[in-house]
């Protein structure tokens, strides 16, 4: 038997205890059987998918883009396409990273 460390989020991990407890197994007979199927199915046996509410990143830059069109608006800065679309660039990029976790 090997041993594994992980690090996970203090919250999540009393939750995924509470839940452990709630269905009669141990943290590790848990992973285990998760770990298992992985290994057998070779695929993980859950749907991973985007957020379903805004991140703090993505409510970021959305901040930003307005703040851009705000100021190109009063005569400042560069034209909104160009801002939009490396911001936008940016916003699909941390989605991706997020969705590929």
Do not use: W, Y
Not at 8 to 25: I, P, S, T, W, Y
Not at 39 to 47: D, G, H, S, V
Not at 71 to 97: C, W, Y
């Amino acid at each position: 038997m090997a041993n594994m460390t992980i690090s996970v989020n203090e919250n999540v991990k009393r939750n995924f205890a509470q839940f452990c407890d709630d269905v009669g197994l141990t943290a590790s007979a848990d992973l285990n059987v998760c770990m298992v199927t992985i290994a057998r199915e070779r695929r993980i046996p859950f749907a991973i998918q985007a957020p379903t509410h805004p991140t703090r990143e993505i409510v970021e830059l959305e901040s930003d883009i307005a703040r851009s069109r705000r100021e190109f608006d009063e005569g400042k800065g560069i034209p909104n396409d160009t801002v939009f679309d490396e911001l936008h660039n940016e916003l699909m990029s941390r989605v991706q990273a997020r969705v590929a976790r």
